[in-house]
């Protein structure tokens, strides 16, 4: 299929390097012998990527006009320095939904360039709802009807989050417009565009 016809589900990410994806899949390991961690649907290492926001179905037309948009405003940045540290869940530990890693570093500019982009991005996309963003990694997702035995992985895990610590750094110096194709094997990413940080 044409990655540029029609209506396509989209997202912008910063895709995690593949240097650190060994030592994310070892944390994802060990979380996996967790009480409750048959609740989570674990994910794959080669999907690894912090959502800076979740267009949803778009108009695939529009996806070069976004793509300039946001390279306009990432020519006018450098390169972000980031670092994966420490684990929770969201929206509690006792009600958990999705597992992630925190980030930390330059992430007041990650929120600005988000904040700037959606702001430019407005008057293509038309209306709609900004959610507050909180940088992260998701590690797994709790499966549909496993809310119960999720409360049991939470428990778990606030118990040695003290214990997870910095988990890998890198220098982030682009930011990737993805497509999202749901199969039944599970979501399919493509890279439609790479924005470069390009600011010295």
Request: proline share 5%; glycine share 8%; with cysteine.
């Amino acid at each position: 299929m044409d990655a540029t016809a029609g209506i396509i589900r989209s997202f912008i990410a910063l895709n995690i390097p593949v240097e650190l994806h060994e030592t994310i899949g070892r944390i994802q390991d060990r979380l996996r012998y967790f009480p409750g961690a048959s609740a989570i649907r674990w994910t794959r290492t080669k999907h690894l990527h912090i959502t800076l926001h979740f267009l949803g179905d778009i108009d695939a037309a529009q996806v070069p006009v976004l793509i300039e948009a946001a390279r306009e405003i990432c020519a006018q940045e450098p390169a972000l320095n980031l670092t994966l540290t420490g684990a929770g869940c969201f929206p509690s530990y006792e009600k958990p939904s999705v597992v992630w890693l925190g980030v930390a570093g330059d992430t007041d500019r990650l929120v600005e360039i988000r904040r700037r982009f959606l702001e430019r991005a407005g008057p293509t996309l038309g209306e709609f709802e900004i959610h507050p963003f909180v940088p992260h990694l998701t590690l797994g997702r709790v499966k549909n009807g496993c809310y119960k035995t999720a409360r049991i992985f939470g428990t778990a895990l606030k118990s040695v989050e003290s214990k997870i610590g910095v988990v890998g750094k890198w220098q982030a110096r682009c930011i990737q417009f993805m497509r999202s194709e749901l199969t039944t094997a599970g979501s399919v990413y493509t890279e439609l565009g790479r924005i470069e940080l390009t600011q010295p």
